[in-house]
Structures are given as structure tokens and as C-alpha cells.
């Protein structure tokens, strides 16, 4: 089985890529619509997972242009907001169904094995995750999935395809902030609302998922406290995440 992977974000490509793995699937990570594009001309897969929100060509323009050009395969959307909004675009898009961020390979497996029944996946099923303890540990999800890996060297390589992530989104936000672009703001906030979220990261994502929302109908100006508690949550997180993961800096 083929996969195609097109998300903007290389943490949560990353993250994808070590839940997909281990079903026996052949997976090519992309980093946008384009791409995608053009290795579905050259080569049909199984199945597109496709982050919906994405620079210069987003996940509903991609599925529209690869319909058009008469692709008849599963497309399955990956999106950080499940209104009804959303899931109307992507119905009328051609999208085929789809996951709400985050993702965890329990749901990944399902989806796929109820997309494409004539094919099997290769190992166990997933075991379903444990809801969140009351105290938040960034790492959790890093752990499991470097425990159930049974290879410690993953929670590095997951924790520092993260930071670097991180790293870039925050500067892009810091960016916009000083040319007071705010539709870029809303963007690098929708950024980092998903990889954080997916890394298990919930305060930051949570509050990033705030300022973008808040974005929708206030100015910059009005969300000041919002992005303060976005840049007052980075520092402290990151030097957590350097300390407890083998000393990972990229």
C-alpha cells in the first residue's frame, strides 16, 4: 500500500510517518499541494492524507485539482478544526472523510483499514490512548510511542524534530508580529495550535489555538494578552523539553 503524506509541517510529517510505519505502508512525506501534484501524476497511491490547511496551495485546492485531473483515490483530510464549515469544504472538495488533529495511531489505523477494506495492515492493532492526566507532560506521547518502538534514540528525534518545528514557527510569528501582519500571525498561531497539539504539548497548543481564533474578529492590538501567553509558554517548554529528552537541541 502507497501513501501520500502532505502536510506543511515537518514535526507533524515526522510524528505521522512513525505511526504509519509500522502498518507495513509504503509512505512518502510532502510538504505541500504542489508536490502532491506532481507525485500522484507520476505515480497513483492507495491513499492521500492531506493537511487542509496549508501555504500557497491549501489541502481543498489540492483535492479539487487532483479530481479534476480524474484521480479516483482515497483522500482523507487532516485538520485541526472540525466545524461544520470545515467538513462542508471537504466533502464538497472531494474529500473522502476526515481526522481531526491531533491524531493518534489507534485512529490513524482504523481510518485507513475503513477507507481501504481489501487491503491489510501489517502488525497489531494500536492500543487506543489513556485520557490526559490532570498534570500535563509534554512528553508523554514521545515516550509511548518511543516505548512501544522499544527504541529510546525515537523520543530524541521526536523531541528534536519538534523543537526545530517550534523554533521556526515561533520565529515566524515573532516576524509578523513585527511587520503587524496579522493574517500571518493567525497562520504561524494555526501552525503551531497543530504540532504542538500533536507533539502533546496541550498549554501551548491551547493557547495558540486561542490567538487564532481570536484573530477572526479582533486586531492585534486587542489579542496582546494572547500573545503573551504564547511567548510565555515557549521558553520554559522548550527548556523542559531539552533537559528531559537526552539533552536534544537542534
Known amino acids: 500500500m502507497r501513501i501520500l503524506l502532505v502536510d506543511d509541517d515537518a514535526f507533524s510529517r515526522k510524528l505521522m510517518s512513525f505511526y504509519l510505519k509500522p502498518m507495513g505502508v509504503e509512505v512518502e512525506l510532502l510538504a505541500g499541494g504542489m508536490e502532491c501534484l506532481e507525485r500522484v501524476a507520476a505515480q497513483t497511491p492507495d491513499l492521500i492524507l492531506m493537511d487542509c490547511q496549508m ?4 489541502g481543498f485546492e489540492t483535492t479539487r485539482r487532483l479530481r479534476a485531473s480524474a484521480y479516483a483515490g482515497v ?9 461544520e464549515e470545515t467538513l462542508r469544504r471537504c466533502s464538497e472538495c472531494g474529500m473522502n472523510g476526515h481526522m481531526s488533529k491531533p491524531v493518534d495511531a ?6 485507513i483499514e475503513e477507507a481501504l477494506p481489501h487491503l491489510t ?4 492493532p494500536a492500543p487506543v490512548a489513556a485520557e490526559p492526566v490532570a498534570v500535563e507532560d509534554p512528553l508523554a506521547r514521545a515516550r509511548k510511542i518511543a516505548d512501544a518502538a522499544r527504541s529510546p534514540a525515537i523520543l530524541a528525534r521526536l523531541v528534536g524534530s519538534f523543537l526545530k518545528s517550534a523554533d ?9 508580529l513585527q511587520s503587524q501582519d496579522a493574517p500571518a500571525v ?16 496541550t498549554s501551548l497548543s491551547e493557547a495558540a489555538g486561542k490567538l487564532e481564533d481570536a484573530l477572526q474578529s479582533q486586531n492585534l492590538e486587542q489579542c496582546q494578552p494572547l500573545i503573551a501567553s504564547v511567548r510565555n509558554l515557549w521558553p520554559p ?7 528531559n529528552s537526552g539533552g536534544t537541541n537542534p
Open 121 to 124: 495492515l501489517a502488525g497489531a
Open 237 to 243: 517548554l522548550r527548556e523542559l523539553l531539552v533537559n
Open 106 to 111: 489507534a485512529l490513524l489505523r482504523t481510518r
Open 168 to 176: 521556526e514557527t515561533v520565529g515566524m510569528l515573532e516576524a509578523a
Open 55 to 58: 501555504p500557497e496551495m491549501d
Open 75 to 83: 483522500i482523507l483530510a487532516l485538520t485541526g478544526n472540525s466545524d
Open 186 to 201: 493567525a497562520a504561524a498561531a494555526h501552525r503551531l495550535r497543530g504540532s504542538s497539539g500533536s507533539f502533546g504539548a
